[in-house]
Each structure stands twice: as structure tokens, then as C-alpha cells.
């Protein structure tokens, strides 16, 4: 027998021909332990909705459709941006629900792992960053994101937690292909832990985009180690050109090196990071020209970090910006520099 088309069909029709995703159910837990049980219950066909800056538009262009959505932005206890001694080494925890905007503008931040922010200074414009979660983009794990980048890059880890038990991932663990985790459909990440840096790092942070705020064609993130007028560490990430956030560790090529002898080794650090490199081509950018970039950001960023007064770091509060550093668009989202 076919059923009369009812008036509340009628109004679920019309919603469906309107509303830009698929027809989903909201929830708004309130407590970690309310989100579990739902990710328990649902998690296989629902989706952990953050900032929703990555996940909204894949749901309006209908490239995901899932059944349910966990709106975790009230949750509390996952908000906390704190920096917090472990074992005697500082470390910043950055809770779930904590926008990138608050971590970039976090002066413990600065202070304890100046690269975070500097980063962040590119991620798309502040409109998005005051919504968007530097643990959503963690989880979203964009080959094209910076965060996955500097959470490998530093060597931090994140939390999960599930109805089966709680785990801690390192980005090497977590991170499994483009926009692919090893992450449970049923596990929250609760929050990510970026190891403070040591007293005689250096950090920069630079990348190319087309316009202001796009993603970059090629950025790289780098930490330079140094002990007086020597070199003792090099570590580059990449942002763009690689499908995870795979480290460059250039330790044994640069160490020794001093720091007068900026120009001719940066020409070692492009040649690693341009061999180090697989970009892809697409419509923005040929695979050729993408590692070229990456060679070039690398050695101008190299040689920028080997000057004082060139790098972030620890205990300096030095500018970003170099004469040696390449048309870059800026973290101030309005102007583009050749700095
Ligand atoms: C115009 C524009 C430009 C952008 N440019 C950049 C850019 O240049 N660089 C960059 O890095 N990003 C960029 N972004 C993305 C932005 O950084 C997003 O904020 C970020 O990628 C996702 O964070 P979110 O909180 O919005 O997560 P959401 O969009 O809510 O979620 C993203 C994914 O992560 C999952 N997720 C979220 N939180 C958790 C959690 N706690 N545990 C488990 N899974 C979770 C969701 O289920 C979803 O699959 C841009 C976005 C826009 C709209």
C-alpha cells in the first residue's frame, strides 16, 4: 500500500531541496563523555563538526554526506590553551575547541614555540582562523594545511579519546596519506601538544601563494639549530609539496657549518629539500615549478635564520621578515612583500 505523502513530508522535502548539505542531524554535546557515546553510537556515519571551516564546504558541495554531525564547539574541558611543564621541558597543550586566532595570538605561544604562530600567520585570513580549530585542521590533515606541518616539524603528538580508551599519537603515526589519519571513525582528538623549543633554536616559517590567504603553491617550516657562531641541526617540513608532513632532517649535512657561511650552504638545504620533495602539478602550479619554489623558500629561509637578526626563536623577538626572503603573501592577509 503506498503511504499519503504526509504534511511533515512535506516540509522535510522542502528543507532537502534548500539546504545546501545533505539532511543531517546537529547534536551539541556539552561534555566530552555526551560526545564519545555519540561517536560511540554514530561516529561511523556522523562527523565531528569544529570550526566547520574544512568540513562545511565539503558538506555544501555534497563531496560528504554524513547521517550526523557532533557540534563539539560547546564541549567543555577542551578549550584550554595552557603551557604546562612536563618532566621539566615546557610543552603548549591546545585543547580541541581552541581557535587558531587564539593561538597565534598567544604571547606564551610566541614565547615558547615562536613557529606555531608564525605559521599561523598564513593560514587562510583571520575570519577564518577566528572559527577555525588548530586541532580541526590536525585532524583534517591537508597536505596543504601548516599546522599538520609544524605539529611533525616539532615533534608533537596528539591526544584521542574514545569509548575503548584514550591514546597518544605522534604526527608520524597519526598522519597517513592526504587527508587521511589512522584516527577511529568513534575517537576525539582532545587536544595537541607542541614541545617547546630549545634555548638555541632558530625557527622561520615562509610560503608562496598566489593571492593572500589562498593555500600555499609551496611553504616550508624550518628549525635551525645553533650553539654560538656554528650550526649544529637542521629540520625542514613542507607545506604543499608533500602528501604528509614528512621531515627533512638535514643534520649531518649542515652541522659544523658556520653561520658566515650562510650562502653556500643554503645551496646544499635547496638541492636536499628539492630531492627530498614529490609535488604534485594541478591547475595553480606545475610539479616543476612547486619544487622550485620549495628550493628557493628553503635557501632564502636558511640563510634569513643564519642571520641574528633573521629568526624567530626562544628568547628573540625578531621579525619575520628578510631582505632574503622571497615574495611571500604576508600573515597580515592585506599586502604582499618582497621582504
Ligand atoms: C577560505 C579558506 C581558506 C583556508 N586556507 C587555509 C590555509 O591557508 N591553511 C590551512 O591550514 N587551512 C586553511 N583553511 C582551513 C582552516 O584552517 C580550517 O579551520 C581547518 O582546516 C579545520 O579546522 P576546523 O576547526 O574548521 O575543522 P572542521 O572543518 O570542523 O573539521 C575538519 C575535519 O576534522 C575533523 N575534526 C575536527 N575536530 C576534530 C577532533 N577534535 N577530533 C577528531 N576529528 C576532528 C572533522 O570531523 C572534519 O573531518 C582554509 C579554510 C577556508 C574556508
Do not use: W
Not at 253 to 276: H, P
Not at 316 to 333: C, I, L, N
Amino acid at each position: 500500500m503506498v503511504r499519503k505523502a504526509t504534511a511533515a513530508d512535506a516540509v522535510r522535502n522542502r528543507v532537502n531541496e534548500t539546504m545546501k548539505p545533505s539532511p543531517l542531524r546537529i547534536h551539541r554535546p556539552t561534555t566530552v563523555d555526551e560526545t564519545l557515546d555519540l561517536l560511540a553510537a554514530r561516529g561511523d556515519t556522523g562527523k565531528i563538526l569544529a570550526g566547520g571551516q574544512s568540513l562545511v564546504p565539503v558538506l555544501n558541495m555534497r563531496l560528504a554526506a554524513p547521517s550526523d554531525l557532533f557540534d563539539i564547539t560547546s564541549v567543555v574541558g577542551i578549550d584550554e590553551l595552557e603551557v604546562s611543564d612536563a618532566d621539566g621541558s615546557e610543552e603548549i597543550c591546545v585543547g580541541a575547541s581552541v581557535t587558531h586566532r587564539r593561538v597565534e595570538r598567544s604571547a606564551e605561544v610566541t614565547r615558547t614555540n615562536p613557529l606555531l604562530g608564525e605559521a599561523l600567520r598564513f593560514v587562510a585570513h583571520p575570519a577564518v582562523r577566528n572559527r577555525g580549530t588548530t586541532v580541526g585542521s590536525i585532524a583534517h590533515a591537508d597536505p596543504n594545511g601548516e599546522m599538520p606541518m609544524v605539529l611533525a616539524l616539532t615533534g608533537g603528538r596528539i591526544e584521542a579519546r574514545s569509548r575503548r580508551g584514550e591514546r597518544t599519537l605522534g604526527a608520524e603515526e597519526l598522519n597517513i596519506g592526504p587527508l587521511e589519519t589512522s584516527l577511529e571513525s568513534d575517537e576525539l582528538i582532545t587536544r595537541a601538544i607542541f614541545p617547546a623549543l630549545s634555548a638555541g633554536s632558530r625557527t622561520g616559517f615562509d610560503e608562496l601563494a598566489r593571492r593572500s590567504g589562498d593555500y600555499a603553491l609551496a611553504g616550508v617550516g624550518m628549525i635551525l639549530d645553533v650553539d654560538g657562531e656554528t650550526v649544529t641541526g637542521l629540520r625542514c617540513g613542507f607545506v604543499s609539496v608533500t602528501d604528509v608532513p614528512d621531515i627533512l632532517d638535514l643534520g649531518e649535512a649542515v652541522s659544523g657549518a658556520r653561520l658566515s657561511d650562510a650562502s653556500e650552504v643554503a645551496a646544499t638545504v635547496a638541492e636536499a629539500a628539492r630531492d627530498f620533495i614529490d609535488p604534485g602539478g594541478d591547475i595553480h602550479a606545475s610539479a616543476d615549478y612547486r619544487r622550485h619554489l620549495a628550493g628557493v623558500i628553503a635557501s632564502r629561509l636558511f640563510r634569513r635564520l643564519c642571520r641574528s637578526d633573521g629568526a624567530s626563536g626562544r628568547g628573540t623577538a625578531a621579525d619575520s621578515r628578510g631582505e632574503d626572503s622571497p615574495v611571500v603573501t604576508t600573515g597580515d592577509d592585506t599586502e604582499r612583500r618582497r621582504a
